[in-house]
């Protein structure tokens, strides 16, 4: 009897949680599937951008796009080696170490319009003003919100996740294989490149994965950094600003002026926004799987 | 496939060979010096007596070392175990040879008592009943180790035969008495030898068909 | 004994406060198998790992004494590890082919000291799967994934791999214990082919194995060295009581 009621239990949470996930998307989908059209995600936003009809996000897919390429270009790169230095080279109860670890975990806990600030300050500010300065003798090329800036803030933001999931994925290698490549007379080093990353790099793909689903939805730390509401062509430098598909729904929930006729434009641009999330997480997802089957079968 | 076990026991084996062979020998050279009166082919009897104590005892240490070491089983380990007793048999065989040889010595001291004849006879059946019994070993006939042990009894009977012989002659004449007894000294010899061989055959036999045989026919 | 080829003169080895070795005397023969036996925790791996500087990658880890290779220390200061490692290999209780392919997998050695040339190349590596008794059943399929081979074909791959660089030494850390004693007697055979060409140190517990196919065995326990001889004499008459305790089986 009890077991039957911790089965009923268990069996109707795990439904109430599904079910949420198929509500929401159910009302997305119900009010934004009515938007989707080849004009509406090839088009732009030479038109009205708050008019049902005309209005395009592709600016704002492309913008999305890139400011995940960009990020994913800073954030796993860094992520990696730390995760390696941590897991390979790090003495683990040494206080250095214990400070770094520290440090990776009140970076995951930080609230991203924090980090939005911290970009502004940092990288926008300070970067950019110094690079203006050094190499511009202080014309405006960099301190403004830009691509690149924007994508900094992400990467910095996405840093524990990828360190994390790395980690994870280079316990998961088994000593043996390390000691097989030293004992052969390999540097650690060569061990590391040749022997370890490749054996961890699915797990290093789930975290870009991971990264990449926060960099295409969120939109705090880009606020102050690089996107845009409106811009008239498309980013061509990374010191260009973007437009971003979170931040225009953001936008168009705050700042138009009839919030019925720019509802259907809303839903649309979520769904696409959850598109192009999905898609981009089935793309590392295929690509992990690959590399998995390649490593079992040679 | 060949281990390097294998060539072990095949050293082993070899060291047997070497031992039977001159246990043969050995016996061959010694009628040789009987029917001869030969003293000096009795004396390399007696002194090639020591190469084959040597050997018994590098065949004993050899196989104990491939038991300790190999942990031998079925019929690697009824083979070490064989070899060590069949050395063990050619070792004695060595023995009646020089038994013979020191028998010659005292023969060859007085006239010759009565023409050889059955003396070799036995001989002959004895040496090939140890030939025979070594091939078998070495070939793997268990048939022919059997068929050894009936010619067992016609060592026997052949033995009876000049025990008889020499035992009236010795009641003619009291004169005799040394050289007829000396005889007999002999025919028991050989006699032992194809009792040797039919043990050699015996154990042939459980190296092979893992039966033993011993203890039957007497 | 030809000039030995390893000695431990008064050898010690700490694991942070623990003293796990004491006082090491031992020779090793050169183009012959020592195999090191004894219960569990009697340091004969500990001690194995010594000799191709493994042990270096445990913390805290600490050795005093002598230990020299070719009359070379090699815990002195100006010693390079790798290269010593090149030269002392090893093959692993547990096989860690790597999830490469088999023929990937034997030229890793090769590659990393600077071989590219492809010729040269598939020369080594099908030599050493022949010294391993492995080239027959994987000629056809080198490029394979080396994970997809039995438990026994995986450790003599592993034994392919650590002689490809064609070492001075090849130590083993029981190298049969994950293995079915078919297995195990095809690796036991290989063993003593191997001696022609390398010295062999072999770490077994299971003493019939250093029986079988070791030509110097020594007896450990408790971190000392209680008796080193012929195997044949070790097995036969060991000088020491413990020694024959252990041997016969009335060991605690």
Known sequence: MKARLFTLATGGATFLAVAMVFVILGNIVWHGIGQISPHFVFGGTKEGMFDAATAGVFPMIFGTLALVLLMTLGVVPVGVTTAVYLNEYARSHSPVTRVIRGAINNLAGVPSIVFGLFGLGFFVQFVGGGLDNMFYGGQLHYRKPALIWASATMAVMTLPVVIVATEEALKAVPKGLREASLALGATKLETIWKIVLPEALPGVITGAILAIGRGAGEVAPIMFTGAAYYLAHLPTNWTDQFMHLGYHVFVLSTQSPDIERTKPILYGSVLVLLAVTFLLNLAGVLVRARIRSRMRHG | ?218 | MDKPIIELNSLNFWYGPKQALFDVNVQIAPHRTTAFIGPSGCGKSTLLRCLNRMNDLIDGTRVAGNLTFNGQDIYAAEVDVIELRKRIGMVFQKSNPFPKSIFDNVAYGLRIQGMTNKDELNERVAASLRKAALWDEVKDRLDESALMLSGGQQQRLCIARAIAVEPEIVLMDEPCSALDPTATAKIEELIQDLEQYYTIIIVTHNMQQAARCSDFTAFFYLGRLIEFDGTSKIFTNPANKQTEDYITGRFG
Do not use: W
């Not at chain 2, 070899?83 to 060595?94: D, F, H, Q, S």
């Not at chain 2, 140890?130 to 078998?136: G, P, T």
């Open chain 2, 1 to 218: 496939m060949e281990l390097h076990f294998d060539q072990e026991l095949a050293g082993a084996k070899e060291l047997l060979l070497r031992m039977s062979s001159l246990a043969e020998d050995a016996v061959a050279l010694a009628l040789k010096g009987l029917v001869g009166r030969d003293d000096a082919l009795a004396q390399r009897v007696h002194d090639g007596d020591t190469q084959l104590d040597e050997l018994q005892k590098q065949i004993d240490e050899r196989c104990v070392e491939l038991i300790a070491l190999r942990q031998p089983k079925a019929r690697d380990l009824r083979f070490l175990i064989v070899t060590m007793k069949i050395a063990a048999e050619l070792e004695r065989v060595g023995d009646q040879a020089v038994n013979i040889a020191h028998r010659t010595f005292q023969l060859d001291r007085e006239p010759q008592l009565k023409p050889f004849i059955d003396i070799p006879r036995l001989a002959d059946l004895a040496r090939g009943m140890v030939h025979d019994a070594l091939d078998a070993f070495v070939y793997g006939k268990p048939d022919l180790a059997k068929e050894i042990i009936l010619r067992d009894d016609r060592a026997d009977l052949i033995e009876t035969q000049l025990h008889r012989e020499l035992t009236s002659f010795m009641l003619e004449d009291p004169h005799t008495i040394t050289r007829a007894m000396n005889l007999m000294g002999v025919a028991h010899n050989l006699e032992r030898i194809a009792d040797h061989a039919t043990n050699i055959a015996e154990e042939v036999v459980y190296l092979y068909e893992a039966r033993d045989i011993r203890h039957q026919h007497e």
